[in-house]
């Protein structure tokens, strides 16, 4: 009688590329296909029915898998399948991954049954699969509920609740803040903004403008707005009175580094600049132009500064000029004036340098 040598292991086996495609919402048979368009075990000489074979029996192992990724605590506890610590990583960060175009349509829409029903919108729009919408919808959904109303930062929840990434965290967290607040993303006039830079002007938002910017601890959110400081923003009104040194602080630090025709232009239509600046500080603590945020600094500033064709260094060294402009004046002596005009600047000179695409 011949000698059998038989190997066991309990390990779950994942294969990374094959789980991409199911992570991606290739159907097995769609995976078969592309694997072996790309020569997939043409070296071992296997045959297309071995292919089609593994990869349905990688697929019913992570569809299994699957219900204890909705709650990845759950992956850690559960004996069912034996994971390796960088293959069960590998697998949640994979799983919550979401691509930026498909977080980009969900921004502004209601997480609702409804909603995910017409994903199929959102796939031929971004060219992303419907199955790979539906997970990324249910996955921003899942931990939009759990986090919303916890207590501590959203990135730190996140991270904690979900095992991923910090920039994964990071992602999830501002399109959770953007929910929250209800901030307007929708509109026409902002489609052109990406998810990235939304990512940016909220997190600069998150880190400046709430209560976790002056305190630390867990009973503070930085899903909660300090509402003191917006309505303390009101007393930059009075900057409105001094327009004129203001004006001339940054003539003078611009006059050297501009074109003359950019440096005109400027000279012509300071005033206008200046009082939108104003304008949208002191009406920030009412919610609905907290809410318009984007729009307003898009009408306002955005549009009029690309039909007078600046460019981003322009709008940069403008920013940075008209901040420490303010700065220096006499009346920002008083350190509440000047702490509340840096801290209101910190966050729209992020915001206007990531919205101003030429």
């Keep these: 009688m011949a000698d059998v040598d038989v190997f066991i292991s309990n390990y779950t086996l994942v294969d990374p590329e094959i789980y991409q495609l199911w992570i991606e919402g290739f159907s097995s048979s769609e995976a078969v296909c592309y694997l072996k368009q790309k020569g997939f075990g043409h070296s071992m000489g296997a045959p297309i029915d071995l292919i089609a074979s593994d990869v349905l029996d990688?697929?019913?192992?992570?569809?299994?898998?699957?219900?204890?990724?909705?709650?990845?605590?759950?992956?850690?506890?559960?004996?069912?399948?034996?994971?390796?610590?960088?293959?069960?990583?590998l697998i949640i960060e994979k799983y919550y991954s979401i691509d930026d175009v498909v977080a980009r349509e969900i921004l502004g829409k209601k997480l609702t049954s409804r909603y995910r029903k017409d994903l199929d919108e959102v796939g031929d729009k971004t060219c992303v699969k419907l199955k790979s919408c539906r997970r990324q919808f249910d996955n921003v959904k899942r931990i939009f509920r759990t986090v919303e109303e916890m207590p501590g930062t959203l990135t730190n929840n996140i991270m904690q609740h979900f095992f991923i990434s910090n920039d994964l965290a990071k992602k999830y967290a501002c399109i959770v803040f953007l929910a929250c607040l209800r901030f307007e993303t929708s509109k026409k006039k902002l489609q052109y903004l990406t998810f990235s830079d939304l990512l940016t002007c909220s997190h600069s938002i998150m880190i400046y403008w709430t209560y976790t910017y002056q305190h630390t601890g867990p009973e503070y959110y930085d899903t909660e707005m300090d509402k003191e400081f917006l309505l303390d923003l009101r007393e930059l009104r009075c900057l409105l009175d001094k327009e004129k040194e203001i004006k001339h602080l940054v003539c003078m630090r611009l006059k050297p580094v501009l074109l003359e025709r950019a440096f005109n232009e400027l000279d012509s239509n300071f005033r206008s600049y200046w009082r939108a600046l104003i304008?949208?500080?002191?009406?920030?603590?009412?919610?609905?132009?907290?809410?318009?945020?984007?729009?307003?600094?898009?009408?306002?500033?955005?549009?009029?500064?690309?039909?007078?064709?600046?460019?981003?260094?322009?709008?940069?060294?403008?920013?940075?000029?008209?901040?420490?402009?303010?700065?220096?004046?006499?009346?920002?002596?008083?350190?509440?004036?000047?702490?509340?005009?840096?801290?209101?600047?910190?966050?729209?000179?992020?915001?206007?340098?990531?919205?101003?695409?030429?």
């Design 279 to 358: 304008t949208i500080a002191c009406n920030l603590h009412r919610n609905r132009e907290l809410r318009d945020l984007f729009v307003d600094l898009c009408e306002r500033l955005v549009e009029p500064w690309r039909q007078n064709g600046w460019n981003r260094e322009q709008v940069n060294k403008f920013l940075a000029s008209i901040t420490q402009s303010v700065l220096d004046l006499e009346i920002s002596r008083d350190q509440e004036t000047r702490c509340l005009w840096d801290r209101y600047m910190q966050v729209i000179t992020i915001c206007l340098d990531r919205m101003y695409h030429v």
């Design 58 to 89: 990688h697929y019913r192992t992570y569809s299994l898998i699957e219900l204890y990724l909705h709650a990845p605590s759950k992956l850690m506890e559960q004996s069912c399948f034996q994971l390796e610590h960088h293959t069960r990583d």
